[in-house]
DNA sequence: AAGCGTGTGTGAAATATTTCTCAATATGTA
DNA sequence: TACATATTGAGAAATATTTCACACACGCTT
């Protein structure tokens, strides 16, 4: 069933079970089932199933799935069956981590170009990427045509640049800088911030008062 | 009023509204409304409004939000209002990076022991913080009372390593492999993983075609 | 080829979350 | 003081998301 539209959450757990299908497929694991992979996930057999049912049905009843032709279909609704090239911006100790990570390549994704606007820093070298100077980012990425941008650079800077890459033709921004940034409709957000994972969890760790302990 | 549950999802978002409004008391504001701080974070006023409500009554009528009162208690209600120490198991790029990045000790965080297994970084320095074996783990942890482990280490190992540092004490990880872990019910994680959210966003990306576009 | 165990896809029901509204209250101004 | 404007807190309504439950289908065994 094509829908009209589907769940933006629907969307972010994609990667997610493609990614645990990868690890089964490396394991020389054929098949899977819904439940199998919701155990594996921590999540319930038939939201998986509900979740794939919006953009088809990849399964056989009484098997489950072939683990690599759900790979191949997710892959291709996601718009991985190609590879992505990424502009890294800011060369600091998270740009220089990002750039170098090797879970980009393996997964559909190409740094191929960073930024910087620190004189010190524009002409090194980062595995084997040339540090470019911030001042070149528009003509860059719109001669290469990137479209995908990460922020590796302090939060006072980063609504300035992110108005610099939306300028450029970026249209996903994944930002590491602590602040919620604007753009227009037609550009996507993603924020990693270690800070606010760590700030929920301490929510529930407090003197681990038992739930269950309340009066009455 | 003080509900028997807080949704999980609120308390992901009070993080958010503290880091916007620790940005206003930088910039000197003293006052601010459901409306502006909705503006600024791209959600609805309404729904700043009822997470807020969940925890007691926060605001003036017709005034909004002292910024000050409010990131006092966002801070009580996260268990903010003491600094929490935090374990990074890794010294690679990504472990690196962790231990040297300022925002955590800003923010109520303080990494205060690095370990790794590979004998060539037992022993180095990464900000002033001696890298330790591995197999001092648990001894370590529990000597410290360590409730919080940072994993910065490949996949493979990754579920190894969690329940060492579960048997140490440890009652919430953040993980930055990609792969989904288990844990018992008393342990929270959470998840950094930068290809997921990329993953996710190409899904937008495509060639553009404009949904409105489609016959029927 | 019939019976059994397994597992999908999906409508319906149950929950969860967000948005809508508006009475109540505060501030500023004339 | 009276009035205009701003803004909260919260019940109700609207949406969104998850879970339930089961008909249907596949593969294996006998």
Redesign the interface.
């Given at each position: 069933m094509s829908d009209n539209?589907i769940p933006k959450i629907v969307?972010?757990r994609?990667?997610?079970y493609?990614?645990?299908l990868s690890?089964m497929i490396n394991k020389g694991q054929l098949v899977t089932s819904s439940h199998e992979l919701g155990k594996?996930?921590?999540i319930s057999s038939a939201q998986i199933r509900k979740d794939l049912s919006h953009f088809g049905e990849f399964g056989k009843q009484g098997t489950g799935y072939q683990v690599e032709f759900l790979i191949t279909q997710l892959s291709q609704?996601?718009?991985?069956d190609r590879e992505?090239e990424?502009a890294v911006i800011g060369s600091g100790?998270?740009g220089?981590?990002?750039t170098?990570?090797q879970?980009?390549a393996d997964?559909?994704?190409r740094v191929s170009v960073i930024f910087d606007s620190d004189p010190q820093k524009v002409g090194s070298y980062i595995n084997g990427l040339e540090v470019m100077h911030a001042s070149q980012i528009v003509k860059v990425l719109r001669e290469r045509n990137i479209?995908?941008a990460?922020l590796a650079i302090p939060?006072e800077y980063a609504q300035k640049v992110t108005d610099t890459v939306v300028d450029a033709g970026v249209?996903?921004i994944?930002s590491y800088a602590?602040?919620?940034l604007?753009v227009p409709d037609?550009v996507?957000v993603?924020y990693?911030?270690?800070?606010?994972?760590?700030?929920?969890?301490?929510?529930?760790?407090?003197t681990?008062q038992d739930?269950m302990s309340q009066p009455l």
């Open positions: 539209s969307i972010s994609l990667p997610v493609l990614r645990a690890r594996a996930l921590g609704i996601l718009n991985l992505w990424v100790d998270i220089h981590a990002i170098r990570y879970g980009f997964r559909g994704f479209q995908i990460m939060a249209r996903a994944l602590p602040i919620s604007n037609h996507r993603s990693i911030d270690p800070v606010t994972h760590l700030q929920s969890m301490t929510y529930y760790l407090s681990e739930l």
